[in-house]
């Protein structure tokens, strides 16, 4: 309901503040002077002089008739999603999670950024050696399931394990953590996870980033990464130079899954609800697939002057990795029927109905890192990475062009 009291001293105020007088407007909208003394004592102008007595007080028809100006809409960075506030007290509760007894950390939590100590006299020639992950589609199932810490150890182990191959020590990690939203609990979650991967990993969570990107990354969803400097002298750098013919081709065993083949996994599961809930060796589907990625450099770290070439097991399977490494004109010829896979690879086989050849592509099939070493050193290696992790040979290398090449079938369980 229109309150004419009130559009009256709306429309006298705007007039003043124009520094126009009643006979003034009057003249302007060629209206008698006692028209305006009405509108600015109660009565309505017609709708037409409406219109024209807005553009004339440099108002719109709607804030006449509200007796009103429209405030300005009040924009802020919390409205469009980002509470600085919230953000900087959630950063200091993550604080914890930084802390470390490292003294190579010269500074903690705070800096813009992180300083590391990289004096190694102990090292000539060193190295350093760079890399980042992220743990695929494995961590929209953490987020679905309750997995928030597991996906972090999936990421660090994972991570790790791909500069100890080749031969580096973990020094520090960097972390991103991209989310809509940013809730406390979660966010602290994956920080805890980070960390305790790092310290179980011999490393350091040295600083990281947190970005909230409402209008990017829907509210619920959160992208993890990482990157890790690690260090080598450059002449122990592992790259598989060393490896002549007749090394054995040896298998350290994986828990499962790891970090690869989640997309075909959701598929199936999509199509197939009561795989979640199906058991494998006494435990849930989502069990399985969510252990952790093994992590394999304390088991190696002592053998790095042993071996001459290690793979770590990812995407593309063991064919797909281990080629990386072969020298031209040497080939690993891989006895697939000494593989010891894993029943929860034999289960996802028969449930989407997959071939041979598509599950030693994606999948790790059991084997989550390959060594290649001489016969004289065999039994020591087995024995050593055997304290930690099944170790046993699956394989060796001939000539040949084709980098690997598969014996017989392997017995999916």
């Known amino acids: 309901m229109l309150d004419n009291k009130k559009i009256a001293d709306f429309i006298a105020g705007k007039r003043r503040e124009a520094g126009m007088t009643q006979a003034e407007v009057a003249e302007s909208l060629q209206v008698s002077f006692q028209a305006v003394s009405k509108w600015e004592n109660g009565t309505l102008p017609n709708a037409e002089m409406l219109v024209e007595l807005a553009k004339l007080l440099h108002v719109t028809v709607d804030e006449i008739l509200a007796g009103q100006e429209k405030s300005a809409e009040n924009f802020s960075y919390r409205k469009a999603g980002v509470d600085i506030s919230y953000t900087d007290a959630m950063k200091k509760e ?184 199906d058991k494998v060796e006494g435990k849930t589907f989502i069990e399985q697939i969510m252990k952790p990625h093994t992590p394999y450099y304390k088991a190696i770290k002592k053998i790095n002057d042993r071996v001459h070439g290690m793979a770590h097991i990812t995407g593309g399977g063991i064919e797909g990795n281990l080629c990386r490494i072969i020298p031209d004109g040497l080939c690993a010829r891989i006895e697939l029927p000494k593989v010891r896979t894993l029943p929860v690879f034999g289960y996802i086989k028969r449930m989407g109905n997959i071939e041979d050849e598509e599950m030693l592509s994606t999948f790790n099939c059991g084997v989550g890192l390959v060594i290649v070493v001489s016969q004289e050193e065999k039994d020591m290696v087995m024995e050593c990475v055997g304290a930690f992790y099944d170790c046993y040979e699956i394989g060796c290398m001939v000539p040949g062009q084709k980098k690997v090449a598969f014996q017989g079938r392997m017995q999916f369980e």
């Open 94 to 277: 993550m604080a914890v999670y930084l802390e470390t007894d490292d003294k190579r950390m010269l500074n903690g939590f705070g800096p813009f950024a992180s300083l590391y100590d990289i004096r190694f006299p102990e090292i000539s020639d060193p190295v350093l050696v760079l890399k980042a992950e992220e743990p695929g589609s494995k961590q929209k199932l953490a987020m679905e399931y309750g997995y928030c810490e597991s996906i972090c150890h999936d990421m660090i182990n994972h991570l790790v394990n791909d500069i100890a191959v080749m031969g580096a020590k973990p020094l520090a990690v960097l972390d991103t953590i991209v989310c809509g939203n940013a809730e406390k609990e979660t966010v602290k979650s994956f920080v805890r996870g980070i960390s305790e991967a790092c310290r179980e990993n011999e490393c350091v969570l040295a600083g990281g980033e947190t970005s909230i990107q409402p209008q990017v990354v829907e509210k619920g969803v959160y992208i993890l990464t990482s990157s890790i400097a690690g260090i080598l002298s450059k002449s122990a750098v592992i790259d598989g130079s060393a490896i002549q013919e007749g090394d054995a081709v040896l298998a350290v065993a994986s828990n499962g899954l790891h970090t690869n083949g989640y997309s075909l996994v959701r598929m199936l599961m999509d199509k197939m609800p009561q795989m979640k809930l």
